[in-house]
Nanobody, 123 residues
């Protein structure tokens, strides 16, 4: 089973940028659908972005489209979420996820999850 460890969270001012990293181990991430989710205080976890197994297809929540980019480096076995033009409403714990089934790109029913990293955007 793949293990995921996230890093890169922190405090940033509105309008700034941040890149989150998710280091995978135990399996090669090149064989997995990957995704990012977030959960703000008092709110449900919500979908942010996903990438299919080939790495050629991506999808984004409307709130992330045009501002966030999901990518991966197979040589480093790491998934990234580049976040630009950050807003206070982006404040949340961000989780990366992975699954071997390509259908998860659509269903978002991921089997493996990271521990999360806090992102705080100040106004």
């Amino acid at each position: 089973q793949v293990q995921l460890v996230e890093s890169g969270g922190g405090l940033v001012q509105a309008g700034g940028s941040l890149r989150l990293s998710c280091a995978a181990s135990g399996r090669t991430i090149s064989s997995y659908v990957t995704g990012w989710f977030r959960q703000a205080l008092g709110k449900e976890r919500e979908f942010v972005a996903a990438m299919d197994r080939s790495g050629r297809l991506t999808s984004y929540a409307d709130s992330a489209k045009g501002r966030f980019i999901i990518s991966k480096d197979n040589t480093k076995n790491t998934v990234y979420l580049q976040m630009n033009s950050l807003k206070p409403e982006d404040t949340a714990v961000y989780y990366c996820a992975a699954d071997q089934n390509n259908v998860v790109f659509i269903t978002h029913d991921f089997g493996s999850w990271g521990q999360g990293t806090q992102v705080t955007v100040s106004s």
